[in-house]
């Protein structure tokens, strides 16, 4: 069985890239295989905010992720600069950035490009969904 | 040995921010001990123009940073050969970046193929 | 070592090309999928594959050229096993 990684950097709803990337997670999973971190990048990490409402009879892609990391114990990250720049921040973010509020899905975390660099070196196959 | 990384770079900058996203992985990589290619193809090559001033467009100019790419232990930097005449561009107009080479796109190819992990953007 | 191009937007097929070497493949996803609705011969007799989901979804899974096998998403995972590595070409 092999160890997978995933780079998203997908905008959510916009495109496809995050809904493959979902199934392509799903399926390795379901076929045994390892899944050790999805890491957001670029307009991806947009996946990471709580506040998302797409009308009912749509999927949440935020829930949707969340369900898999707490079912299947996946590390979801969103890379900090990305995540920030984009209106995506934890509690001490907003703090740190005098900001009214923060909006990081709890099945999220927001770290550093490094989280990228050792999912590679940790990985057999990282695969890009963009 | 640690695994290698090939970042090809393939769009021109400031239309999107692929060229700086990628050149962010590309030096996180470099911190890790990764060995890496960084590749220039297709409207990629104007990532190393001389000259560029996104302050016009209160864009920050990323291009200075290639040319500390072999300050980071990156030293392997292939701009290639058909992209440059495609485009008519010469070596003098593009950055001065230590070790900076013209590739084929056959010296492109082996390199996309020699390495463990390949990036787009 | 042996690469499979993940395509998902028809054009970038035309834009990896030059750099596919014996032995690769070519997985079309997305809205490349269109691609396999016409023949295709790549060079160095690439393995050409096209999703079976993103075909269906589309409408276009009885409109695929002979020269294109249909793989679905197990297929696929298991596609990215048996190259060295993918590279998705954006």
Not at chain 1, 94 to 104: I, K, S, W
Not at chain 1, 113 to 122: F, K, N, P, S
Not at chain 2, 34 to 40: E, L, Y
Request: a negative charge; aromatic letters at 8%.
């Amino acid at each position: 069985m092999a160890t997978f990684s995933l780079l998203v950097t997908a905008n959510p709803y916009s495109s496809q890239g995050q809904f493959s990337a979902i199934q392509f997670a799903k399926t390795l999973l379901e076929q045994g295989h390892q899944l050790m971190r999805v890491f957001f990048y670029a307009d991806g990490v947009l996946v990471a905010s709580r506040l998302h409402a797409p009308p009912a009879d749509e999927i949440n892609l935020t829930k949707a992720w969340a369900k898999l990391a707490i079912e299947k114990d996946i590390e979801l990250v969103a890379c900090v600069t990305a995540a920030n720049k984009r209106g995506i921040v934890n509690a001490a973010e907003a703090e740190r950035n005098a900001l009214t509020g923060d909006n990081l899905d709890p099945a999220f975390a927001i770290s550093g490009l490094g989280q990228l660099t050792e999912a590679m070196l940790e990985s057999d196959r990282l695969i890009t969904f963009g | 040995m640690n695994k290698s990384i090939c970042i090809v770079f393939n769009k021109a900058p400031y239309g999107s921010q692929s060229g700086r996203e990628l050149l962010d992985i590309a030096l996180m990589a470099a911190a890790f001990d990764m060995p890496i290619t960084a590749i220039f193809i297709d409207q990629g090559v104007y990532q190393l123009l001389k000259g560029q001033e996104p302050d016009i467009l209160h864009i920050k100019n990323h291009s200075a940073t290639f040319k500390a790419l072999p300050l980071y232990g990156i030293e392997e930097v292939y701009v290639e050969q058909q992209a440059m005449q495609q485009f008519k561009l010469d070596i003098h107009q593009l950055l001065e970046i230590d070790g900076l080479q013209q590739a084929t796109t056959d010296g492109i190819r082996a390199k996309i193929a020699q390495s463990d992990f390949v990036l787009t953007l | 070592m042996k690469t499979l191009y993940i395509i998902n937007q028809p054009q970038k097929s035309e834009e990896a090309q030059p750099y596919f070497a014996e032995h690769d493949g070519i997985v079309l996803i997305e809205d490349a999928v269109v691609l396999a609705t016409r023949e295709t011969k790549q060079p160095h007799g690439l393995k050409q594959y096209v999703l079976e989901e993103d075909l269906i979804a589309r409408g276009l899974h009885k409109k695929v050229a002979s020269d294109w096998e249909v793989v679905n998403y197990p297929q696929f995972v298991e596609l990215t096993l048996q190259y060295d590595k993918s590279v998705s070409w954006l």
